[in-house]
């Protein structure tokens, strides 16, 4: 089986201090963060910023600043930014990292809730000008599917040339207005998407780990970090994202699947070496 990348999403937009003290906030703190990751065994960050306050921002020179202090610590590393960013912002308040020509970025394909009265806005041509600025930037999108409706728009606008093949996906299972992260979810998931391309699955919360093992088992690829959820187990905090990749690496150990460098990652999803 091909090797596993693993993707350390170090802190999202959602996740507080309150939720685990050590949700990176700082440029300091964000390269730590990246860091206890890369060393555990993890080849993408994928990253959202703060201000120092915890506040999310897609500000190109925050993202710069935290890019850089992430390849001062972990120098092959992949930088996939988010164009996500948090519900509420402006299109071109999420594009904004896209423009420091990160090697991948994600691509949000669909609307959906996001709990309590938040609604992640992804109208089809959003996602249309968001696919042709990655290509004309030559940025491997990270197709991020919260349904399967979104797994269609994508395979409608790959037809359409606003996507290039083969498509690298990341399901966000467990999102609350998203689908659930039962195995048979993942299955449903898989099914769906073309042939020759790539998956990467994230579980939301108590969703992470049966997810993460359902991934390695499947031949995908796996997400966990702060973003998704703070705990190494039920009831305890996780110290560090580099806690819960060492956690993916001793799952992966033991069902004998290998765990790539960022240079095997590269590979394995067509990044330029
Ligand atoms: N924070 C969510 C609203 C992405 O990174 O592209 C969106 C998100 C997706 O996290
Ligand atoms: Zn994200």
Redesign the pocket.
Same mark, same amino acid.
């Given at each position: 089986m091909e090797k596993l990348i693993i993707t350390a999403c170090i802190c999202? /937009?959602?996740v507080t201090k309150e939720n685990n003290p050590a949700v990176p906030y700082t440029v300091e703190e964000i390269a730590r963060e990246a860091k206890s990751a890369y060393d555990a065994g993890a080849a993408i960050i #994928?990253l #959202?910023v703060r201000t120092d306050d915890g506040t999310p921002t897609q500000d190109v020179n925050r993202f710069k600043e935290c890019m850089d202090a992430i390849k001062a610590v972990c120098p092959d590393v992949i930088i996939q930014p988010? &164009?996500?960013? /948090? &519900?509420g912002m402006s299109n071109d308040e999420r594009l904004q990292p896209i423009t420091l020509n990160p090697e991948m970025a &994600?691509l949000?394909c669909g609307t959906c809730n996001?709990g309590g009265d938040e609604i992640?806005v992804n109208t089809e041509n959003m996602i249309k000008d968001f696919g042709e600025k990655m290509i004309a930037r030559n940025i491997k999108p990270e197709v991020?599917v919260f349904d399967k409706g979104m797994i269609d728009m994508a395979i409608r606008l790959n037809k359409k040339g606003y996507i290039k093949s083969p498509m690298h996906f990341d399901f966000v299972m467990g999102v609350n207005g998203g689908i659930s992260g039962e195995p048979r979810d993942l299955l449903f998931m898989v099914e769906s998407i073309p042939q020759g391309s790539t998956w990467t699955v994230s579980g939301v919360g108590r969703f992470e780990y049966p997810m993460v093992t359902m991934g390695i088992l499947m031949g995908g690829h796996v997400r966990v970090g702060f973003?998704d959820n703070v705990y190494l187990e039920k009831g305890v905090l996780a110290k560090s994202n580099g806690e819960m990749v060492e956690k993916v690496v001793r799952i992966a150990k033991e069902l004998g699947r290998q765990v790539a460098t960022p240079a095997e990652a590269r590979k394995i999803l067509g990044l330029s070496e």
């Open positions: 999202g /937009a959602e #994928h #959202h988010s &164009t996500g960013g /948090a &519900t &994600t949000d996001f992640f991020e973003e």
